[in-house]
């Protein structure tokens, strides 16, 4: 089946792993298979403190985001879910917003914002309701929007690939 949508979905721009010490996930990430750290962000309301490691240049470099929670008796509880979220790169983030409501699929609460890394992001919900179907079935997955270098560089790539 073909279904016809106003955006693309470009490519994995992250994957957020959580735990109760991120020092001991730099272990395994940073010391053992040697991504680099390139950010931190800290954030009250998001109970995170992590640490930013990439892998890959250019457009294609994708985030390992190492996240350990601020309290670990609050919510959201970044560690109890070992591989946290998944986000992806999308080329139009206020449509792809837009027509997957308009198809049921649930978004987490806050709206399209800015992300640790800079990028205006929202997060598909990992529940769905009666109200909102679909979702992530237990998977928490972040829409990232693209800066144009990163959707010309996918629009090469798959151009080459035709």
């Not at 750290?37 to 250019?58: A, K, P, Q």
């Amino acid at each position: 089946m073909s279904i016809s949508r106003p955006f693309k979905v470009l490519g994995i721009q992250q994957i957020a792993i959580g735990g109760p010490d991120k020092m001991r996930l730099q272990k395994l990430w940073v010391d053992m298979l040697g991504l680099e750290v390139t950010g931190t962000f800290r954030s009250e309301r998001e109970n995170v403190d992590e640490d930013i490691c990439t892998m890959g240049v250019g457009a294609f470099k994708v985030e390992v985001d190492l996240m350990q929670p601020l309290d670990p008796e609050k919510k959201p509880a970044v560690h109890t879910t070992p591989l946290n979220h998944v986000g992806v790169w999308i080329d139009d983030l206020p449509r792809a917003v837009e027509w997957l409501t308009a198809k049921g699929v649930r978004f987490a609460p806050g709206g399209i914002r800015k992300g640790a890394a800079g990028f205006d992001i929202c997060f598909l919900h990992p529940k769905s309701n009666d109200e909102f179907p679909i979702s992530g079935e237990g998977v928490l997955i972040e829409l990232v929007q693209a800066p144009a270098e990163v959707v010309t560089a996918f629009g090469r790539l798959a151009a080459g690939a035709a």
